[in-house]
């Protein structure tokens, strides 16, 4: 191939280099397939997508697997346009993006044209940075201060908007070298010193993890505190996976959704609470400070938002890996004594008999608890379960356990129907020899569905489980509890057997637990993507809710 110029699309691509971008998703279209046109010359694999919410989607899944930006490009207008859920969600739930989107060319922005939309105000509520460039070499300045945007603090989306024009122009600027994260620092020692004093004159000092603490780094330093002092530990749902098999008899489960958990009832106890990583948008604070009665220490990357009931006496801010560290390091003996662990115990227990739930079995349906044993008896702990939302959604968060951090994946902020296919494709390519698993409704399903045809393009070993009710349940029961009727929440039946085998996937359909162990087991066995229809019985979803405090219904 003859030498060309050198344009802007080039510097667009050298800049992703620079950065270590693995993986590009995306659709074409007239505005930005110049960018495209110079992909095929060499550089970050393009992953064609199905939907642009979907590319913004798997990018999401990027960002939280691996805490670099994961990427999405799109077309103008529309293409824009339906990327606005995909980076809303991962900005409100702290997942890098950098999105960049065509434009028409800058002779047409203030006119009214083909596709002519002001990109970067439609998308600036949905991200933490939204800009378009005018000049095109700006652009490797521009990128490189958006994926900076994207990964400092509370991470999040940050979307680019391209003129046509300035894409295909030819340019003299050259790309900026890979952007350096900005190190954090840690609290001083008298800072330090004050928050052990603060825990060890605690009768009930309890740990809550959230988002922000399931990175390696942190999850680490976290499990090193526990094994030291024998905090109890508390997760969030983007929390799960920070506490280890070793350290399971520190672990009172996750908070979220509804008020009415083991660990709700620990939080609610305590004179203390750590909370570590933790971002309201997972479960506010007035879930789990409603008495106002508990004194709250912060340790995050980022300060906290006060509101009537997140108010912490001392807040830690800076690296939360370097600060659990030095708290760890300093502290000679443990909070928690064995008596007190012996109490925690016998909370646990009451805790649980007064929320059990023992699964009605009917034949040829599963119960939401029959599917996790299952799970649970088949999946390693180095399987990735990425989850949709839906009654499934509240199911797994409290009953399905995982032992490492970000490999039991929730949208616990927005609570984005579709999410989990577009996540479990971005886990296959980034975890390549793991088994992944997929696990929607039949509902969340077809919103990303179509992305089964690219888990099959690209020859990805994703197990995707359908739970099948033929209803949005969980909007269902909770209109149940409010009105005593559903509306809304009814549609027709697909068989998703066949479904599967249209794009050239493998389709399976279970009755019962032992079909359900055997496909995963051959969905572990088959190349490629492998969908399993779960006919499941919901009858107790509201007895899940049923010892629920007066105040928890969402």
Known sequence: MADKNYTASDLVIDTLKNNGVEYIFGIPGAKIDYLFNSLKDGGPELIVARHEQNAAMMAQGIGRLTGQPGVAIVTSGPGVSNLTTGLLTATSEGDPVLAIGGQVKR??????????????????????????VQDPESLSEVMTNAIRTATVGKNGASFISVPQDVISSEVESRAISLSQKPNLGVPSENDINEVIEAIENAKFPVLLTGMRSSSHNETQAIRKLVEKTNLPVVETFQGAGVISRELENHFFGRVGLFRNQVGDELLRKSDLVLTIGYDPIEYEASNWNKELDTKIINIDEVQAEISNHMQPVKELIGNIAGTIDIIS????????????????????????????????HKDGILHPLEIIDSMQKVLTDDTTVSVDVGSHYIWLARKFRSYNPRHLLFSNGMQTLGVALPWAISAALVRPNTQIVSVSGDGGFLFSGQELETAVRKNLNIIQLIWNDGKYNMVEFQEKMKYQRSAGVDFGAVDYVKYAESFGAKGLRVTNQQELEAAIKEGYETEGPVLIDIPVNYEDNEELSSTMLPDVLN
């Open 329 to 360: 390091d300093k502290v000679n003996a443990p909070f928690i004594n064995s008596s007190d662990l012996d109490e925690l115990e016998k909370l646990r227990a009451t805790t649980l008999e007064k929320t059990a739930i023992k699964p009605t």
């Open 107 to 132: 002779q047409d922005l203030l006119r009214l044209t083909h596709q002519s939309v002001d990109n970067a105000s439609l998308l600036k509520s949905s991200t933490k940075y939204s800009e378009e």
